[in-house]
């Protein structure tokens, strides 16, 4: 049997509630968290088809790390993720947006910046570099971005498109 739980983690209830209705509509189990702990137990007792996560829960990056540390995480790697975010994201036709997130590091326009989005428009290929409390870089890849608040247009076809790979 096809596996077709999604894992939602924000803690913003009435945005959940809107995902899952969404996506309880489709047919698909809704298994929702709070926060990056109760993201991660969820993710690792329930193994979800694909993770919609928030950007800005209990901490301004808890999103950036729970997305890493599933991607860390070997039994979990290979789950998409997708971030929902009102975060500009910065499209480049490059493939390797790891070089494109490092060259945009040396524009002084975005140097600064603590967050750079960034997707490859053709492959969607994409990821997350952000400035961690020491200072240093991370970077995070990530299968695809939602914007807030999210459109249930863009939304089912991400989801399609990620789960038909």
């Known amino acids: 049997m096809k596996n077709n739980k999604i894992l939602v ?15 309880e509509n489709e047919g698909f189990e809704v298994v929702t968290a709070h926060n990056k702990v109760d993201g991660i137990k969820k993710a690792l007792e329930t193994k979800p088809a694909l993770a919609i996560l928030d950007v800005m829960m209990t901490t301004h990056f ?76 991370v970077w995070v890849p990530v299968d695809g971005f939602l914007h807030k608040p999210v459109d249930s247009k863009k939304l089912l076809p991400m989801i399609e498109r990620l789960l038909s790979k």
């Open 9 to 23: 983690v924000d803690d913003d209830v009435d945005v959940i509630a809107v995902i899952q209705t969404i996506l």
């Open 62 to 137: 808890e999103g950036f790390e729970l997305a890493k540390e599933l991607f860390d995480t070997p039994e979990l790697k290979d789950i998409p993720r997708v971030m929902q975010t009102s975060i500009e994201v910065l499209p480049t036709n490059n493939q390797d947006v790891i070089g494109m997130a490092r060259q945009f590091r040396k524009n002084p326009e975005y140097k600064e910046l603590e967050v750079l989005l960034i997707e490859d428009t053709k492959t969607k290929k994409a990821g997350i570099d952000y400035l961690a409390r020491d200072g240093k870089n």
